[in-house]
């Protein structure tokens, strides 16, 4: 297992840009996936798309993102790659609802962005336990629930 205690750079960073040109064109780029609440984290294990393990263990000062480099050497790159974050789409059927949902949401704690009348709650895991929160609280009929990805 590959013990990785700092961040390289960013793919888009014009030294690093090339020589990941250079190992991309012998296929030596590994990627660890990563949800988006994982990029948060600072200490974490993983798997590369190549099957290696991999412990992460990063300074708190320091934040993964989608396209951070943290290994390289001339025989091999590991990329982090974030993996789309889902969204739960709810449409209340009318405006009182609509704030009842915005209060269950908030005493919740779910992730939340407004789209004109839509609320959209970040999903962590599956949407089902979403849905079944809901429908514990509204009746059918009343939210309108779509699922989406960014």
Known sequence: MLRIDSIVGHLS???IAEILHKLDHQNLIERV???PEDLKRHRLKATTDKGYEVAISIP???ALEDGSVVYLDTKRAIIITASKQKWLIITASTAALALQLGYHAGNLHW???FDGI???VAVIGSY???IDRLSSLFEPGELLCKRAED
């Open 33 to 35: 996936t990563l949800l």
């Open 118 to 120: 839509d609320i959209h």
């Open 60 to 62: 708190r000062d320091i």
């Open 111 to 113: 992730k939340v962005r």
């Open 13 to 15: 960073d014009v030294p």
């Open 128 to 130: 089902q336990p979403y």
